[in-house]
């Protein structure tokens, strides 16, 4: 069942506005990836060179063009920020001297470069931090010099605030078919200690926890009319999905974003509800799904119930 936003005000209403600024990028539009988390928002272009931090307000912490000695490229694949604002970003690095290396790069809460943890063969495909700091790491192991992808192995690892790794576990071949990998266009979302792996690509919720790794999976319910799905949080006991919508002749619904309401246990779909304009999910805080907006570019803390 769609409900329109009118409808919906007892369940999902808009509950304050924060203006943002958001990097553009070098052809003047707001196209970022991003991810929000204990009050700030960490955002990047898709050249991936800049990174920004944002705070509480919406106003700009620091930029920062991300550098590493004797390394050529820095191509970051996925960020997470932790309670202290300190930022951990999943990275490919490269350079003459030792090609391709993943790496996890910690930035402190002003910017600066702290510390270089290299992950290879495990490359991070997303990655959220807990309210302690631990830092959990959904990725990919390969072999051999084209990368290809290993036979078996641990999927999900999990990192102290100094970047030891603690554990690992969930086998790759737990999910079955070897041409999707959990990991990608997902979403992995941090609540207190545990954290919540939404993978679209398989349809599956995966929660862990620090003392089982894997406490229980549901299945993700992909709404009608919802091509793509663009951002993913958990908000209570619910999960909040933002779609691009699929082409459409009908003009009640061109234009407008479309957000998706599931149960956090099951993943049954529980209702959709049609915003105004085109919406992003980029994260939670307390009981309100944080969504991004790009006309005007500002943030949106809408309350789920």
């Not at 005000?9 to 003047?28: H, N, Y």
């Not at 990725?139 to 605030?161: C, K, L, P, Q």
């Not at 779609?243 to 459409?248: D, G, I, N, T, V």
């Amino acid at each position: 069942m769609s409900y329109s936003v009118a409808q919906v005000f007892v369940c999902l209403f808009m509950a304050s506005v924060v203006e943002a600024q958001i990097l553009l990028s070098t052809d003047g539009q707001a196209r970022v990836r991003a991810r929000y988390g204990y009050g700030f928002t960490v955002s990047w272009t898709p050249e991936f060179r800049d990174i920004q931090l944002l705070g509480p307000d919406g106003t700009k912490r620091w930029v920062k063009n991300v550098t590493i000695p004797e390394v050529d490229r820095v191509t970051i694949i996925d960020a997470a920020i932790c309670p202290d604002g300190s930022v951990t970003l999943a990275t490919s690095l490269l350079s003459s001297v030792k090609g391709i290396v993943a790496a996890n790069l910690h930035l402190t809460a002003d910017g600066k470069v702290e510390r270089v943890v290299r992950t290879s063969p495990f490359a991070a495909m997303r990655l959220a931090c807990t309210v302690s700091g631990k830092l959990w790491l959904v990725g990919r192991e390969s072999v051999g010099e084209d990368f290809t992808e290993a036979a078996d192995y641990d999927v999900i690892r999990r990192y102290d605030h100094m970047g030891k790794l603690e554990a690992s576990g969930v086998r790759r071949s737990a999910f079955g078919s070897a041409n999707v990998h959990p990991g990608a266009d997902a979403f992995m979302v941090a609540d207190g200690e545990d954290v919540m792996l939404i993978s679209p690509a398989i349809g599956r919720i995966v929660s862990l926890s620090a003392k089982t790794l894997v406490i229980s999976s549901g299945i993700v319910s992909k709404p009608e009319g919802c091509s793509f799905i663009s951002g993913a949080a958990q908000v209570g006991p619910r999960i909040v999905l933002s779609c691009e919508r699929m082409r459409s002749e009908d003009q009640q619904t061109r234009g407008k974003g479309l957000l998706a309401v599931l149960d956090r246990a099951t993943g049954q779909l529980l209702r959709t509800v049609d915003w105004p304009e085109p919406v992003a999910v980029f994260g939670s805080d307390a009981s309100q799904a944080v969504l991004y907006q790009k006309n005007p570019v500002r943030l949106v803390r809408a309350q789920v119930d």
